[in-house]
């Protein structure tokens, strides 16, 4: 599932290549693609015609464009085009004409002739709906107002992050999964993090420090912004950004996926353990298990 830099990569993209632009239909190809949007694909079509895709913002591992209505601010009380990419999902830049994609779900085209925004998800767990934005700091669309800041907003607060993690009895890299303590930080993040801070992902939350916190988060910031710089973590051809290009950061990894590999900062071999229905990477050495 694209983590928290592989969303900004496709934010980033939306913001160069639709925001300000004017949706002239909404076309939906498969309902699933919206089946959050309650009120069904018509009400969906329409809410959405004639609306100006104002801005492309992110919490986490979601999306959401305000909508403008024509000749009208965007303010508090309007709405916004949500999404999720859920494990597949491909927010597409691509000229009208062009072949349809086998997994195109939802499109929209322009006023202006230009290139459309297409929605393509093969294995349809990704979704988009209109919801109403409420003022939290920023405005942010309703079914996220219950998300966590995540790492890279100023809004995040670093001491009260700290607070919550001593008051928790769970172990470190639980809490960094936990969407409601801190968004966008998945497998794939939370164990180079916790690698490059020298933590081992079970360490339980109240046998850390406040300066420890501070260099946990210092990492988390720091893996994010390096893969920012290389266009994301792609190891399969699903995750793309709106041009359809793949990042390269997975080139880059230090323990993730690399089990029995020499670990780069002291050459022993990366282990891979058993968590939550998934894997974690961790160094033996550079990450000692601290009792609980």
Known sequence: MPELPEVEVVRRGL???VAGRTITHAEVLHPRAIRR???GAAEFAGRLAGRTLVSADRRGKYLWMPLG???GPVNGDSEALLAHLGMSGQLLVVEPGSPIEKHLRVRLAFDDGGPELRFVDQRTFGHLLVA?????????????AHIAADPLEEAFDD???ALRLG????EIKRALLDQSLISGVGNIYADEALWRARLHGGTPTR???RRKVGELLAAVREVMGDALGQGGTSFDSLYVNVNGESGYFDRSLNVYGRRGEPCAR???PVLREAFMNRSSYSCPRCQPRVGA
């Open 37 to 39: 949007h309650v009120p």
């Open 207 to 209: 046998a850390l420090s």
């Open 15 to 17: 913001s160069r290549w």
């Open 266 to 268: 002291c050459g022993g």
């Open 167 to 170: 008051a928790r009895q769970t």
């Open 159 to 161: 001491d009260a992050f």
């Open 132 to 144: 109403p934005l409420v003022p939290l700091g920023r405005p942010v669309p309703e079914p996220i």
């Open 69 to 71: 209505d024509p000749g």
